[in-house]
């Protein structure tokens, strides 16, 4: 399995949008929140309405360091764990590989996960830094894939929105997509399943005739 990080494994999804919010208010622009998820979806986000509005360039590099500070704060300081993670990924290590293929920063992924316990079911992490191209193309799927050394017919992601299932599909791979407040309203018409939190991927992988438990050893690096 490949896990979409952030609104699948950790509730952070409000907070990045808050820290653009405020970013913004900064200088005095209003971050509108369905254009921001309308953009979110087509891989852009806080900063196609700071250009739209015409902010310049020098400006918006200053306030996206300013946003990347905010975000930080907010991760250290905010509740940001999902009921039942936890409990559901130590369950599914018993039959399946796992890995983590996030557009998250190398920074903020290690901010999040400094005192979680979700890295330890985790064979691997591939963060932003780890690739060329970012989601909805295919790239981070398939050097997942590659880095798991698995086939796509015998993997499955999971992921919460249609940026990260697009990027999926385009890389041959089945995708549950979880339920997420704020990609609710996203067409997911094309996902292999549809499940309203991690705890259903259970019935998924596992069946009506439970898997073999895998050998236990050494998990790789991150």
Known sequence: MLFDHDGVLVDTEFWYYKAGERALADIGLTLDKDQYLSDMNQGMGTWAQ??????????IDRQRKVRDDYYQEYLRTEAIEIEGVVETLAELSDHVRMAIVTTAKRRDFEIIHEKRQIRQFMEF???????KLAKPHPEPYLAG???????????????????????????????????NDFTKAHDFSQASHRIGSLSELKDIILGATRLPALPRGPLAGP
């Open 50 to 59: 700071a250009r739209a509005a015409g902010v310049d360039e020098q400006t």
């Open 125 to 131: 992490v591939l963060v932003r830094e780890d690739y």
């Open 145 to 179: 894939l590659k880095r798991l050394e698995a086939t796509k017919e015998e993997t499955l992601v999971v992921e919460d929105s249609l940026r990260g299932l697009n990027s999926a599909v385009a890389a041959g791979i089945d995708c549950a997509v979880i339920h």
